[in-house]
């Protein structure tokens, strides 16, 4: 399908880190039903490290690649670098979405972001509140 | 490749293409030309609307050619709107799940000061007559309601809704477009003074459409130009694609008995199979439909995802969620009925034709559990509503 970039269409065919993890350190949830996309992610937190990522996502092919995409970006990396992971990054590593498709690559970040602030607050970790705004994607839907 | 998406656009015949094809390399003049090879077009083009008017009941001069549908129903909309406007008349009815092509018209409309009424549409996606009669106001210049509906496939009570209509001297159009070629239309007895329809529903090709216009209803033009179409729509007329159109519409209606018997065996055996994935429901009428639509929606899953995996096996067919139009909001035919945006989202529509086997409805059957189920296993609102965190609404 040329509405979708090769790329795209490898990882929703073939999405990376599909399900959960029964004893994460973090989870995040974003999105809503009323929208159609719902993303979920599971972190395992090891040595500030996302040492295994899951994710689940209700969600048209390009919010279910971003999801995949987003989580293979983050495995084995240090918490710091992956609060830098930017929604425009994860569109570039998919070699990009068409313009109504980018709010996937947005949900995306969020439910990284989400599941980071999930397992700061679960540990008492101070952080500074700005890093996670409250669902900013949310002007889609207008909720 | 299974086909299943021919209320988006059908596979032209091979008697339609065989009837264009003189119309491009001999036959190929301009039916305004006085000379041989120009009469010669003008003369099929005459052919062309008196068997296209056999066809639907009407007689020739009220067939005007336009480029589809869409142009068909904006200048039925504002030819009636114009009308009744020059005697103050300036309220029309509609229904909230009619095509795009007739709400928008109607929303201009409505900016330029017109009172627009669009009829709710019961749960089975019917527009009965009687709320027609009800929401009739001395005012009301045009009742537009379409015949059949493009996504959930419910046929509505033209006939009975066109009666009430002309109870009250009001002009009634219908947007024919998923009917034309598929159920009887003949437009006299169905009460119909306006009525769109266009050839690529029908295995006809793409461009070319129908204006029926009951004599006495005056046109407004969409396009100034020539006196083609008797002076209501300017522009040298699509001959090649007029003959493909006529001669597609009389092989449709030729067939229509013996297609629809076929199409009727293979939506109760579609519709029979995907009823039994869980937490799945019929969009519309389960008697009342065209008949080669089903449309479903499956709870905890997105439309466009099943569309993709339907694709990687071969199959095309088509789905309201929001996804796959772009839009924000899910399909406004499946908001119409009352499917609220979750359910919505997770729409599929699949449109057979009669070239469709007992073979492409087994594959289908095989597939689309199998995406649904893989697609509900990754779904955390599916996984929500399996431990009760969510309920379940289907």
């Known amino acids: 399908m040329a509405l979708y970039s090769e790329k795209v269409m490898d990882h929703f065919r073939n999405p990376r880190n599909v399900g959960f993890l029964a004893d994460a350190d973090g989870v995040g949830e974003v999105g809503n039903a009323k929208c159609g996309d719902i993303m979920k992610v599971y972190l395992k937190i090891d040595n500030d490290t996302v040492s295994d990522v899951k994710f689940e996502t209700f969600g048209c092919g390009s919010a279910i690649a971003a999801s995949s995409m987003a989580t293979e970006m983050i495995k084995g990396k240090p918490l710091p670098e992956v609060l830098k992971l930017t929604n425009k990054a994860v569109a570039e590593a998919l070699d990009g979405l068409p313009a109504h498709k980018l709010h996937c690559s947005v949900l995306a970040e969020e439910a990284v972001r989400a599941a980071i602030k999930d397992y700061y607050d679960k540990n008492g970790v101070e952080y500074d509140q700005s890093q996670f705004p409250d669902c900013a994607s949310c002007h889609i839907c207008g909720e | ?394």
């Open chain 2, 1 to 394: 490749m299974i086909y299943a998406d021919n209320a988006a656009t059908t596979k032209m015949s091979p008697a339609a293409i065989r009837e264009m094809l003189p119309y491009m390399d001999e036959i190929w003049g301009n039916p305004s030309s006085l000379y041989e090879t120009g009469q010669r077009a003008a003369s099929a083009l005459r052919f062309a609307r008196e068997r296209i008017a056999a066809c639907i009941g009407a007689a020739p001069d009220e067939i005007y050619f336009t480029s589809g549908g869409s142009e068909s129903d904006n200048q039925a909309i504002l030819s009636a709107a114009k009308w009744g406007e020059r005697s103050g008349k300036k309220h029309i009815i509609s229904s909230a799940f009619e095509h795009h092509a007739v709400l928008h018209m109607l929303e201009k409309l409505e900016r330029e000061g017109f009172e627009i009424d669009l009829l709710p549409v019961h749960e089975n996606g019917m527009v009965y007559p009687k709320q027609v009669a009800d929401a009739i106001r001395e005012e009301t210049c045009l009742v537009s309601i379409m015949y059949a509906n493009n996504e959930i496939g419910s046929i509505l009570p033209v006939a009975e809704i066109g009666a009430v209509c002309h109870e009250h001297r009001i002009p009634f159009h219908t947007d024919a477009v998923q009917a034309a070629g598929h159920m009887p239309i003949h437009v006299r007895t169905q009460n119909i003074d306006l009525l769109s329809l266009s050839a690529h529903k029908f295995h006809g090709p793409k461009g070319v459409g129908v204006l029926y216009a009951r004599r006495g209803i005056p046109l407004t033009n969409l396009i100034e130009g020539g006196a083609q179409e008797r002076g209501k729509r300017g522009g040298t007329e699509n001959v090649p694609a007029i003959m493909g159109m006529a001669a597609a519409l009389e092989e449709a209606c030729a067939n229509m008995k013996e297609n629809t018997e076929k199409l009727l065996k293979l939506r109760a055996a579609l519709i029979d199979g995907l009823s039994k994935i869980p937490h799945s429901a019929l969009n519309g009428d389960a008697q009342s439909r065209l008949p080669g639509n089903v449309s479903f929606c499956f709870e905890g899953i997105e439309g466009e995802s099943l569309l993709l995996l339907l694709d990687d096996r071969g199959i095309c067919a088509s789905s309201g969620s929001a996804c796959t139009s772009g839009a924000l909001d899910p399909s406004h035919v499946l908001l119409a009925i009352g499917r609220p945006h979750e359910i919505a989202h997770g729409s599929l529509r699949l449109s057979l034709n009669a070239q469709n086997s007992e073979g492409d409805v087994a594959q289908i059957l095989q597939a689309v559990p199998e995406i649904v189920g893989y697609l509900r296993e990754m779904s955390p609102l599916w996984k929500d509503k399996q431990n009760g965190k969510k309920p379940f609404i289907l």
